[in-house]
RNA sequence: GCCGGGGUGGCGGAACUGGGAGACGCACGGGACUUAAAAUCCUGCGAACGCGAGUUCAUGCGGGUUCGACUCCCGCCCCCGGCACCA
C-alpha cells in the first residue's frame, strides 16, 4: 500500500479487536437509557451492493454515536432469507436454494465486517432458519385462531416469470414488483391475513408518528384510502332485495338518472334474465370475463358497458332509473355498483354522454348556474343543490350531513366507511419459503398442525421447476401426512408464505433472538421495543411498512408485546446513482464499452452519456463495494457515502469524490504522525480564562463539538457534520505550535486538545482510522470507550463579533465590535464607519435598524 | 388528474427563527517543491464592468409583504417520486 495509509491492516486488525473484545455485544440495561437502531435487513442475493454500504454506514455513525452518549444501543443484523432468487439460482446452477443462501450470507456477513459495521453478531437471525420460522408458523396459527388468517377462492394477481401470487402491493402499475412483467388476474384459492380488520388503526396510527417522513405516510394514507359516505338501498321492482350502493357524495342523490353494476355482480347476470337485453348482457359479462381485469379498468381504458333491461327506483325522487353493467365499475370496491349521477361525476357522465343517458344537474356551483343539456363535462367539485326536494339550496357539505340523516331515519340506507386497502394475500405457489402449518383432511377439513409439532420443517430434497404448480406439491413424504385429529389419510398445505410475513417481525425477534418458548421473550422485547429509529429505502413505503405496523398490532393484542407502533422514527435514505452510458443500438453499455470519442466500440454511434440513474445490473452503472474496499477501503467507503449527499437523498457516485474523502482522511492521519512526539506526551490544562495563543482553536474545537452532536443527533446531516471536521483538521492544520516565547505549553494544550477531540468525533465516521491513530497516541482505552465531548456555551461564545452595516439593505461596511456590545453602541459604530459616511453623503437618514450582536441597517430618506 | 419532494456557482452541496448567499468538498487556473511527473503545500475561483479601490447583477419565472427575502404570501414554469376510473 504505497498510497495514502495501510487501511487494510489498520481494518484487519481493529475488526479483529472488535470482534475478540466483543465490543457491540448488548443485553438489557435497566439502568441505562436503551436505543435499538436498525436497518432494514438485506436479502442474501450473492454480494452487499453500494445501497447496502449507504444505508448500513448511517446505521453504524448513529450507533457509534449513540454508544458513546451513553446509550444502551441495539444495533443488529440479520437475512431476508427466503424468496424466489434463490430458487432462480437453484435451477441456474443446479444448487440448493438452502446452499446457495448459506453461501450467500457467508460471504456477505465477512463483507459487512469488513466495512467495520458495530452489529452484536450474537443475535444474527436468518429467517429461513427452522428455529426462525417455527415461530412464523405459530404466529400464523394465532392469527388463524382469531379469524385473521383465512382461506378463500379469489381472483388474485399472478406473476408468470414467478409463477406465484403476488400480493396488491406487490403490483405496481401492473407489473410485478421484482421482475417488471405485466401481472395477470387469475382465480385461485389462497391464504389472507385480514389487514382490512386493522384499517382505521393502521390509517389514525400514522398521525402518531411525527418520526416519519411525511411522503411515508402520505402513501400509506392513499394505500389504505378511507372514503366516508353512505349506503343507500335502491328498491327493485318485483324483486325483495334492493340494490345497495355505496357512494360519498350522497348531496347528488337526487341527479342519479341510473345505476351500473360490476360486471362479476351477482346480479349482472339474474336481473337481465327474461328481459329483451338478456343476450346482450350475458354477451357483454362474458367478454369482461375474458379480458385482462388490469387492463379493463386501466384509468384510461374507454368506457364500456350495457343495458341489463331491469329498473330500479331511485329512493329519493322515486323515479325508475335502468340498470347498466360497466367495465368500470369494481366488484371489490364498495358493494360493486354504483349510482350514476353524469351531472357531477365525470365517468358517470362519459357514459352517459356514450350511451345517450339522461343527466339532471344535483350541484352547482355556488357562484354561477350550470345548464345540464349544455354541459362538456361534469360539475364534481362542492357546491349548491338544485333540483334535490326539500334539500335544494343546501350546500354540499351540509346536504350530505342532511341526506343522510333522511336516509337513516326513513331507513333507505345508512352511513359507511370503505378502505381501498384489500386483505393481504399471502400464499407462494413456491418452494423457499415458510411452509403454511395447515392439514386438509377429507373429514375434519382444514386443521392446523398442532403447536406441539411445530415447526413444519421445509424438505430438503426437493425438485425445481417452474412448470407445474408448487414443488411442495410433488414431494409425496410432505404431502402426505396423518390428520392430527383423526388420524385418516390427509394432506399438507403445499403453499408457502409471503417472505414479507418474515419481515414483517423480525425487528421483534432481534430481542430475544434465541427464545424457544415463544416468538419473543416478552421481559426482553418491552425492554427493547419500539425500534427507536429504522433505517431503509423508501420502495417499502406500503409493502414491509405497512405490513410489519400491522403485525406488530395483531401481536400486541395476542398479548406479547406491549408497542402500538414498531417504529418510532423512520429514516429513508436516498438511491445509490451514477451516469449511464447508452448506445441508440446496443442499450446500456459499460464505461470501457465506450470509446475516447464518446461512440460505442461495437458500433460507432453517439452514445449518451450523463443521464443519472439508480445503480443497477441492467442499467451497467454499478460500482462493487469491494472495488472501493480494494481501493480506499473501508473508512473511505463510509466517509464518502455520508459526505456527499444529505441521507435522504439521492446520492451521486462520484470517483473524485471518493478521491476526496480518502485525502482528507490521509491528511488527518499526517497531521497526527508529523507530531506524534508531541501528542503522546501528556498536555499541561490551561483554563479557558488564561488561555490567549491557543483560543481560538481550543474555541473552534468546541463549536466543532456542538455543530457535529447537532447535526447527527437532530437531522442526520452526516455531511455537515463532516464539513465542519474538515473545518476543524483545516485549523488544526495551518495552527502554530511554537508562537511567541513562553506560548509552548499553551499551545500544545489546544493543539493536543483540538487532536483529541477532533479523532473522536471522526470515529463514528471512520471508526478503524480513529482507533488506530487514537492508540498510536498512547491514549489508554478504545476511542469508543471515550465519552463523547461536550462544550461550554460561554466557551464557545465568541468575545467579538462582526458587525453588518448596510445602507438600504445593501452590504456596506464591516466592524468589530466587543460581544458584549449594545445596540446604542452598535448605532453608534456603524453611523461612524468610514465607508458607510461616505454612503450617507446627501443622504438623510430616516431609520436605523439594529438587530443585536449581528446587523445595523441604514434607512435613507432618498437618492444623492 | 390528485398527493408528496425538489429547482442555489462548472459539479455535489451549505445557509440558525427573515439579517454578510455560495460553508465544506470536487473540478479548474496560477505558484512552490521536483530533472520531470505524481503526491503534497500555498493561492485564486458566481457573472458582468473596472488597471484598481470598487460597482452592478445573481438562489427556476412574474408579482407582493418587509428596513431587509434562498427563507414568508399570491400566480406560473420545469424536474423527480408515489397513486390513479376507489363511486
Redesign the pocket.
Known amino acids: 500500500m504505497a498510497r495514502g495509509f495501510d487501511f487494510k491492516a489498520i481494518e484487519d486488525r481493529w475488526q479483529r479487536s472488535w470482534e475478540e473484545s466483543g465490543a457491540f455485544t448488548v443485553a438489557e440495561d435497566p439502568g441505562r437509557a436503551k436505543f435499538y437502531l436498525l436497518e432494514m435487513y438485506p436479502y442474501p442475493s450473492g454480494r452487499i451492493h453500494m445501497g447496502h454500504v449507504r444505508n448500513y454506514a448511517i446505521g453504524d455513525v448513529m450507533a457509534r454515536f449513540l454508544r458513546m452518549r451513553g446509550y444502551n444501543v441495539l444495533h443488529p443484523m440479520g437475512w431476508d432469507a427466503f424468496g424466489l432468487p434463490a430458487e432462480n439460482a437453484a435451477i441456474e446452477h443446479r444448487t440448493h436454494p438452502a446452499k446457495w443462501t448459506t453461501e450467500n450470507i457467508a460471504y456477505m456477513r465477512t463483507q459487512l465486517k469488513r466495512m467495520g459495521f458495530s452489529y452484536d453478531w450474537n443475535r444474527e437471525i436468518t429467517c429461513s432458519d427452522p428455529e426462525y420460522y417455527k415461530w412464523g408458523q405459530w404466529l400464523f396459527l394465532k392469527l388463524y385462531e382469531k379469524g385473521l388468517a383465512y382461506k378463500k377462492l379469489s381472483a388474485v394477481n399472478w406473476c408468470e416469470v414467478c409463477q406465484t401470487v403476488l400480493a396488491n402491493e406487490q403490483v405496481?402499475?401492473g407489473l410485478c414488483w421484482r421482475d417488471e412483467t405485466p401481472v395477470v388476474q387469475r382465480e385461485l384459492p389462497g391464504w389472507f391475513f385480514k389487514i382490512t380488520a386493522y384499517a382505521e388503526e393502521l390509517l389514525v396510527g400514522l398521525d402518531q408518528l411525527p418520526g416519519w417522513p411525511?411522503?411515508v405516510k402520505?402513501?400509506q394514507r392513499?394505500?389504505i384510502?378511507k372514503?366516508v359516505?353512505a349506503e343507500v338501498r335502491f328498491p327493485l321492482p318485483d324483486r325483495e332485495q334492493p340494490l345497495t350502493?355505496?357512494?360519498?357524495?350522497q348531496d347528488t342523490l337526487f341527479g342519479a338518472t341510473f345505476m351500473i353494476l360490476?360486471p362479476e355482480h351477482p346480479l349482472a347476470l339474474t336481473l337481465s334474465k327474461g328481459t329483451p337485453q338478456e343476450g346482450k348482457a350475458h354477451a357483454f359479462v362474458q367478454r369482461m370475463k375474458r379480458e385482462d381485469k388490469i387492463l379493463?379498468?386501466?384509468?384510461d381504458?374507454?368506457?364500456e358497458g350495457v343495458f341489463t333491461g331491469a329498473y330500479a327506483i331511485n329512493p329519493l325522487t322515486h323515479e325508475r332509473i335502468p340498470i347498466w353493467i360497466g367495465?368500470?365499475?369494481?366488484?371489490e370496491?364498495?358493494t360493486?355498483a354504483?349510482?350514476a349521477v353524469p351531472s357531477n361525476?365525470q365517468?358517470d357522465f362519459e357514459f352517459a354522454k356514450k350511451y345517450a343517458l339522461p343527466i339532471r344537474l344535483a350541484v352547482k356551483p355556488l357562484d354561477s348556474d350550470l345548464d345540464e343539456t349544455d354541459m362538456d363535462r361534469a360539475y364534481e367539485e362542492e357546491g349548491v343543490l338544485v333540483n334535490s326536494g326539500p334539500f335544494t339550496a343546501m350546500a354540499s357539505q351540509q346536504a350530505r350531513e342532511a341526506i343522510a340523516d333522511f336516509l337513516e331515519r326513513e331507513g333507505i340506507g345508512t352511513r359507511a366507511v370503505?378502505y381501498?386497502l384489500r386483505d393481504w394475500g399471502i400464499s407462494r405457489q413456491r418452494y423457499w419459503g415458510t411452509p403454511i402449518p395447515i392439514i386438509y383432511c377429507d373429514q375434519c377439513g382444514t386443521v392446523p398442525v398442532p403447536y406441539d409439532d411445530l415447526p413444519v420443517i421445509l424438505p430438503q430434497d426437493v425438485e425445481i421447476s417452474m412448470k407445474g404448480g408448487s414443488p411442495l406439491g410433488k414431494v409425496a413424504s410432505f404431502v402426505n401426512v396423518p390428520c392430527p385429529r383423526c388420524g385418516r389419510p390427509a394432506k399438507r398445505e403445499t403453499d408457502t408464505m409471503d417472505t414479507f410475513v418474515d419481515s414483517s417481525w423480525y425487528f421483534l425477534r432481534f430481542a430475544s433472538p434465541h427464545a424457544h418458548d415463544g416468538p419473543v421473550t416478552p421481559s426482553q422485547v418491552n425492554y427493547w421495543m419500539p425500534v427507536d429509529q429504522y433505517i431503509g429505502g423508501?420502495e417499502h413505503?406500503?409493502l414491509h411498512l405497512l405490513y410489519a405496523r400491522f403485525f406488530t398490532k395483531v401481536i400486541r393484542d395476542l398479548g406479547l408485546i406491549a408497542v402500538d407502533e414498531p417504529f418510532t422514527r423512520l429514516l429513508t435514505q436516498g438511491m445509490v446513482c451514477k451516469e449511464t452510458h447508452r448506445c441508440p443500438e446496443h442499450g446500456f453499455l459499460l464505461p470501457e464499452e465506450v470509446g475516447a470519442d464518446r461512440r460505442c466500440r461495437a458500433c460507432g454511434r453517439q452514445v449518451e452519456i450523463g443521464r443519472i440513474e439508480k445503480m443497477s445490473k441492467s442499467k451497467k452503472n454499478i460500482i462493487d463495494p469491494e472495488d472501493l474496499l480494494a481501493h480506499y477501503g473501508a473508512d473511505t467507503a463510509r466517509v464518502f457515502c455520508l459526505?456527499?449527499?444529505?441521507p435522504e437523498?439521492?446520492?451521486?457516485w462520484?470517483e473524485?469524490?471518493v478521491?476526496?474523502?480518502f485525502?482528507?482522511l490521509?491528511?488527518i492521519v499526517?497531521l497526527v504522525e508529523e507530531r506524534e512526539e508531541l501528542l503522546r506526551c501528556p498536555s499541561v490544562p490551561v483554563p479557558f480564562s488564561r488561555l490567549v495563543a491557543g483560543r481560538a482553536l481550543y474555541r473552534k474545537a468546541q463549536q466543532t463539538v456542538k455543530r457535529v452532536t447537532e447535526d447527527v443527533e437532530k437531522e442526520f446531516?452526516f455531511?455537515?457534520a463532516?464539513?465542519a471536521l474538515?473545518?476543524l483538521a483545516?485549523e488544526i492544520?495551518?495552527f502554530d505550535l511554537v508562537g511567541m516565547p513562553g506560548e509552548e505549553d499553551e499551545r500544545r494544550f489546544a493543539f493536543t486538545y483540538a487532536v483529541d477531540v477532533l479523532l473522536i468525533l471522526l470515529s463514528p465516521f471512520a471508526p478503524h482510522l480513529c482507533e488506530e491513530l487514537w492508540e498510536r497516541l498512547g491514549r489508554d482505552r478504545s476511542i469508543f470507550q471515550m465519552a463523547w465531548p461536550t462544550y461550554d456555551s460561554a466557551v464557545i461564545k465568541a468575545e467579538e463579533i462582526?458587525m453588518?452595516v448596510?445602507v438600504?439593505?445593501?452590504?456596506?461596511g464591516?466592524v468589530f465590535l466587543p460581544a458584549d456590545v449594545g445596540e446604542e453602541a452598535m448605532r453608534e459604530a456603524a453611523l461612524a464607519d468610514e465607508r458607510v459616511t461616505a454612503w450617507l453623503q446627501d443622504r438623510s437618514v430616516k431609520?436605523v435598524?439594529v438587530?443585536p450582536q449581528?446587523?445595523v441597517?441604514i434607512?435613507t430618506g432618498g437618492s444623492r
Open positions: 405496481e402499475g411525511d411522503r402520505v402513501m392513499n394505500w384510502g372514503s359516505g350502493i355505496f357512494t360519498t357524495r360490476a379493463r379498468t386501466a384509468a381504458a374507454e368506457k367495465n368500470f365499475v369494481l366488484l370496491y364498495g360493486g354504483i349510482m361525476d365517468r370503505n381501498r423508501v413505503a406500503v459526505f456527499a449527499a444529505p437523498r439521492d446520492l451521486e462520484s473524485q469524490g478521491e476526496g474523502s485525502r482528507f490521509t491528511r499526517r446531516h455531511n455537515t463532516i464539513s474538515m473545518e483545516n492544520g495551518h462582526l453588518v448596510q438600504d439593505g445593501k452590504v456596506r464591516r431609520r435598524v438587530v449581528k446587523l441597517n434607512v
